[in-house]
């Protein structure tokens, strides 16, 4: 896999955009790819742009076991939506790991405003995502 430098992550995208772009443009994301991904944006640091939600809060805000949520992370890694850099040095001395969106994932965004949402995610995983954000 090549590696990334983190000149390459865009600044300044929005969260929406991310959002817009995961759930209506990356469609060969699995649904659980797409939620794992929905936690992680809402994570998002908007001045470093880092993600660092813990196994345990992605589990929270999933429902998805810790190895469903690394299984889609590892997705999202491939597809080259994120990176991940792993083992940075947590506030209590653990170790964490930091997401970034690429630059490359949000390239190619074009999203007119007459376009509908398809999610393709079943219902309960469609109501985790809309408490996600209420």
Partial sequence: MATVELSEIK??????????YILDEKRDLSPKAKLVAVALI???NSTTLACFPSYDRLKEL???SKISIIR????LEEKQVIVVERNHQGPRGRAVNHYLFLYDALDAFHLSQDDRMNT????EEESMLH???I
Avoid: C, M, Q
């Fill in 131 to 133: 408490a996600l954000f």
């Fill in 72 to 75: 889609a992370i590892k997705e």
């Fill in 62 to 64: 999933t429902g998805y």
């Fill in 42 to 44: 809402r994570h998002r």
């Fill in 11 to 20: 600044a300044g995208v929005s969260n929406f955009k991310l959002l817009s």
């Fill in 120 to 123: 393709d995610l079943a219902p």
